[in-house]
């Protein structure tokens, strides 16, 4: 018995009857939707409808994982466990016909609605085990999200490997087997997600202890799984966040780099915990080389032993198709053979191959325009489809900050930005003027002054799209170039807001003011953050980015651990650390905390046999120490010894640190074993340097002033006296005197009645 459903087959021959499986009432809302709605509505109903399901099963994103894969139009496709037709009609596109294999009818009715126009898919009702008799060879089977299933399959001793024995049949000479399945050991389940198929926490890195029926694997044992099928070799690639949504896919040849996985909102099913900053650990992991061990999800294409891998092929894509569609682009990175890389920029639809082909019109004008500043800007070439860009290596602008981040080296890092900034505002010398094409992608903008343009804007010069050469920079995507008037400041704008607020590690920078640095005022910077929101809104026309509907679906975070390890580094950083020289130096072995309470610490300290040296931390950041008591005993009798101070004394007894590090050193006469000591430390924070210190001279300048004018008045005064002389010009001059002195003293006033100024004259005991 066969259906048809607009261009699409369905055959009922080996359908048992009725669906052994179904999700229930969604089921007909799916149904529903893909009846009443074209695909280019589906993202829309998607953000009305605020459902996990509807947004699963119809996203336009799920079908970025067959996306790059190297499918022509003379190939035949299997689709097992095609589902709701989430892949299918991304596949149909690629092939020259697409046979698909699902068990429940309704489901497939979903897919054939939904992919009613494509004319060279069939559907095939029933379960693989019957149906996989009957049918031939494909050159390209695919297990998107079914391999772990195949014990419902197929059953059996060793159903994994068995399912890999019988699909091996199916291959034509030179076919592939796309698996796409999560990873039971992936980041995301160790950072508080749940197991996706079972809804609860940690149930796949402890393999599966409560569950039967599904199974993911780690890289080693689908590695065995492969072995033991015999006869298959495979290229492994990482779909990042994971293989239901990906924007970018990595492989082997292409791992992440430190800082390029940024991802956090993706768990839109359940809710999560969240037990560690999961994106300096994927950087720790990266760095270690064990990026491939706990990638969230794996994409395997695997070919028989015998078949040749072509010499090109592709080995990293990223998505750029949350966009408007004539914004929507794929980027792929292609090994060429010999060593050689190649970047494709392609087209994600037709509506945006204009988009795309203005490239290289835009690298022509772009060379020209930086070419004295120094910059290369990235080689481009037509292609039939897309563009052909160079494909650049090196350390791009994002890992130098980062480094030097680590590293504590911010002025060098205020530097780097600075010299960038500089070598954006050199190519400008067009005056910004308002136009009706500035007005549509930016919205309304004014200044206060006259700024710059350059004749051609790349506004997309972030630190991640700047690579290091020994004479300068490689600019490497410049596909959001404008020809009418844009700031330069706009480009800088966008260099420091998308380094500062992409990743948490960058938390500690956001302090500093680096767009006043680079010369934008708070005024210009409002404008410029209203500019980038309608920039934003422009380019995702008709689109809702899966991201901005995250509050919306996801049940969100029900415990937050990384807040609490926030806390504990935190008072971490706020203990007294003493440092014991036995000879060999300070070490942090040789060293141990104490604990205060509201900054305060008073007791007695045991001193290890030997020690010559002692060095105390108070804490890990700018702060004042007073120091209430501090002796050194034998036992027997207290001995006051100097001690050698990293601050500045700011008044008896009273230290004033302004970095990160600060300490006291004591030399430790023979025979001392214990050391007597009270402090109040008041943390002041570890930016930059605190006002108090600033506060601190001006007062003592303003201290110098009236004790000058003081002086003078009394003189007046004596000379009043001695000579009884009542001449106005006297009496002018000591007026004159005394309202100096009362300006002056209504001037210490005002700083006296600062916040800081008050924490500080407390901690001096001036009350």
């Excluded at 509505?41 to 996990?52: D, P, Y």
């Amino acid at each position: 018995m066969k259906e048809t459903i607009g261009n699409v087959t369905l055959d009922y021959t080996f359908y048992p009857g009725e669906d052994l499986y179904s999700d229930g009432a969604v089921e007909d809302e799916l149904l529903s939707i893909a009846r009443e709605y074209d695909a280019s509505e589906l993202n829309q109903v998607i953000a009305e409808r605020k459902s996990w399901p509807i947004l699963y099963h119809f996203s336009h994103v799920r079908q970025n994982i067959v996306g790059s894969l190297p499918i022509s139009k003379k190939d035949r496709v299997l689709e097992i466990g095609s589902g709701c037709g989430a892949i299918t009609g991304a596949l149909s596109e690629k092939a020259a016909s697409v046979t698909c294999v699902e068990l429940s009818r309704k489901r497939s009715h979903i897919n054939a609605w939904r992919n009613r126009n494509c004319g060279n898919v069939e559907i095939l009702v029933g379960n693989f085990q019957d149906i996989e008799k009957t049918i031939g060879t494909y050159d390209v089977i695919t297990l998107i999200g079914v391999f772990e299933y195949s014990n419902g399959y197929i059953g059996g001793e060793q159903p994994f490997v068995d399912m890999l024995k019988i699909i091996r049949t199916h291959l034509a000479p030179g076919g592939r087997l796309v698996i796409a399945i999560e990873n039971r050991l992936g980041l995301k389940y160790w950072a508080g997600c749940t197991e996706d198929h079972t809804g609860t926490w940690f149930e796949g890195i402890e393999d599966y202890p409560e569950t039967r029926g599904v199974h993911t694997f780690s890289y080693k044992e689908l590695d065995q799984v492969v072995q033991s099928a015999g006869g298959l070799k495979y290229q492994m690639y990482y779909p990042y966040p994971d293989y239901k949504f990906p924007l970018q896919i990595f492989s082997d040849e292409r791992l992440p780099q430190p800082g390029e996985l940024k991802e956090l909102r993706y768990n839109f099913d359940r809710a999560r915990m969240v037990l560690f900053d999961e994106i300096k650990v994927a950087d720790s992991l990266i760095c270690n080389d064990l990026f491939p061990v706990y990638s969230n999800s794996f994409l395997m294409i695997l070919t028989q032993e015998e078949t040749e891998l072509p010499k090109e092929h592709c080995i990293y894509t990223k998505y750029s198709n949350e966009r408007a569609e004539q914004f929507s682009t794929r980027t792929e990175i292609w090994s060429m053979g010999e060593g050689r890389m190649e970047v494709r920029k392609l087209p994600a639809s037709e509506k945006s191959a204009n988009f795309v082909n203005r490239l290289y019109p835009n690298y022509l004008a772009l060379q020209s325009q930086y070419q004295s500043a120094g910059v290369q800007v990235n080689r481009c070439q037509e292609r039939e489809e897309g563009v052909a860009l160079e494909f650049c290596q090196g350390r791009t602008l994002e890992e130098e900050l980062d480094q030097l981040l680590a590293e504590n080296r911010i002025q060098e890092l205020r530097s780097l930005l600075g010299s960038v900034a500089a070598m954006l505002k050199g190519a400008a010398a067009i005056p910004f003027r308002m136009t009706e094409e500035f007005r549509e992608v930016f919205g309304e903008a004014e200044f206060d002054r006259e700024l710059l343009c350059p004749a051609l804007c790349n506004i997309d010069p972030v630190a991640s799209n700047l690579i290091r050469r020994e004479d300068g920079w490689d600019m490497l995507d410049y596909e959001w170039s404008f020809d009418f008037p844009v700031p330069a400041e706009y480009q800088i704008f966008r260099l420091l807001h998308y380094y500062l607020y992409t990743s948490t590690k960058r938390d500690s920078l956001q302090k500093l003011d680096l767009f006043a640095e680079a010369g934008i005022s708070p005024e210009e910077l409002a404008v410029f953050q209203q500019m980038e929101q309608h920039f934003q809104a422009f380019i995702q026309t008709g689109r809702v980015p899966m991201r901005d509907m995250y509050d919306a679906i996801s049940p969100g975070v029900c415990f937050d651990a990384s807040a609490l390890a926030a806390i504990q580094r935190k008072q971490n950083t706020r203990k007294i650390q003493i440092y014991v020289d036995q000879g060999q130096d300070f070490s942090e072995d040789n060293s141990w905390h104490l604990n205060t309470e509201n900054g305060r610490f008073s007791g007695s300290i045991s001193l290890p046999e030997g020690t010559v040296r002692l060095r105390i931390d108070p804490c890990e950041e700018n702060c004042i120490v007073e120091v209430e008591e501090y002796l050194l005993s034998n036992g027997q009798e207290d001995f006051p010894v100097p001690m050698v101070c990293k601050g500045r004394r700011i008044c008896a007894d009273t230290y004033y640190f302004s970095d990160n590090d600060p300490y006291f050193l004591i030399d430790v006469p023979k025979g001392m074993t214990q050391m007597k000591l009270s402090v109040k430390i008041s943390y002041l924070g570890t930016e930059g340097t605190h006002p108090i210190g600033k506060l601190e001279e001006e007062n003592g300048r303003l201290q110098n002033q009236l004790a000058r004018a003081a002086e003078e008045s009394a003189m007046a005064v004596d000379r009043l006296q001695r000579t009884s002389l009542q001449s106005a010009g006297l009496e002018r001059e000591n007026q004159a005197l005394k309202n100096e002195l009362k300006q002056l003293r209504e001037k210490i006033q005002q700083m006296e009645n600062t916040r800081v100024w008050k924490a500080y004259t407390r901690i001096r005991g001036n009350k």
